[in-house]
């Protein structure tokens, strides 16, 4: 398996495979100095600029920005926030990209029950999408799933989603439950999708 993800102190470069400016591509644990930039990938990827609510994304990028922050400073075991960096052909750095990955239970109320891996928040740079930075994300936190000791990852994707799914099938992942049509008219959205994906089954077929 290609070792995408590394910790602070094990920090180096990796070749994406993509034959552009993000020919080089590093994936590690997020740091605080890394926050603004989240911010505003999240912010550009999940709301719009555009349209009669465009005044309200300084906000929307703020709570994004203040809700990571008290993430990053949790306690928690198994909660981790990684990003991806493009090293490009000149040296320079940039962060393309971002995922969070935490451990959730049956009953989230009490947080008791059955625990599993759950990601959330993939998001890349517009300019630097379709380059493999989404996938190299996601296999960056299948490994980390592995070394909590899980082999089991879970996700929501909205049903509208089509490129999202596309990626998500691609790593094969598979529809574990869709949203019942009753929050769909009650909510008045799309409905989203629970993907699930076995490491063990996965990691023996490669």
Same mark, same amino acid.
């Given at each position: 398996?290609?070792?995408?993800?590394?910790?602070?102190?094990?920090?180096?470069?990796?070749? +994406?495979?993509?034959?552009?400016?993000?020919?080089?591509? $590093?994936?590690?644990?997020?740091? @605080?100095?890394?926050?603004?930039?989240?911010? $505003?990938?999240?912010?550009? @990827?999940?709301?719009?600029?555009?349209?009669?609510?465009?005044?309200?994304?300084?906000?929307?990028?703020?709570?994004?920005?203040?809700?990571?922050?008290?993430?990053?400073? +949790?306690?928690?075991?198994?909660?981790?926030?990684?990003?991806?960096?493009?090293?490009?052909?000149?040296?320079? @750095?940039?962060?393309?990209?971002?995922?969070?990955?935490?451990?959730?239970?049956?009953?989230?109320?009490?947080?008791?029950?059955? +625990?599993?891996?759950?990601?959330?928040?993939?998001?890349?740079?517009?300019?630097?999408?379709?380059?493999?930075?989404? @996938?190299?994300?996601?296999?960056?936190?299948? $490994?980390?799933?592995?070394?909590?000791?899980?082999?089991?990852?879970?996700?929501?994707?909205?049903?509208?989603?089509?490129?999202?799914?596309?990626?998500?099938?691609?790593?094969?992942?598979?529809?574990?439950?869709?949203?019942? $049509?009753?929050?769909?008219?009650?909510?008045?959205? +799309?409905?989203?999708?629970?993907?699930?994906?076995?490491?063990?089954?996965?990691?023996?077929?490669?």
């Amino acid at each position: 398996m290609i070792p995408w993800f590394f910790h602070p102190s094990q920090q180096k470069s990796i070749t +994406s495979g993509a034959d552009n400016a993000c020919s080089q591509l $590093q994936v590690r644990v997020a740091t @605080s100095a890394d926050l603004t930039s989240i911010s $505003q990938i999240i912010a550009e @990827s999940f709301h719009s600029q555009n349209g009669i609510w465009a005044w309200t994304f300084p906000f929307l990028r703020l709570g994004i920005h203040e809700d990571l922050r008290h993430r990053l400073t +949790s306690s928690a075991p198994h909660q981790v926030c990684l990003v991806a960096i493009n090293t490009g052909i000149t040296g320079t @750095s940039k962060l393309v990209g971002t995922v969070e990955l935490g451990v959730r239970f049956s009953d989230s109320w009490t947080k008791t029950g059955r +625990s599993y891996p759950y990601l959330s928040n993939l998001a890349v740079h517009p300019k630097y999408r379709k380059q493999g930075i989404g @996938s190299a994300l996601l296999q960056a936190c299948e $490994q980390v799933v592995l070394d909590w000791g899980f082999q089991d990852l879970y996700l929501h994707v909205l049903e509208t989603n089509h490129q999202a799914r596309q990626l998500y099938f691609k790593q094969g992942y598979r529809v574990y439950k869709v949203e019942s $049509q009753c929050n769909l008219l009650i909510f008045q959205r +799309s409905r989203q999708i629970l993907l699930h994906k076995h490491l063990f089954t996965s990691l023996n077929e490669e």
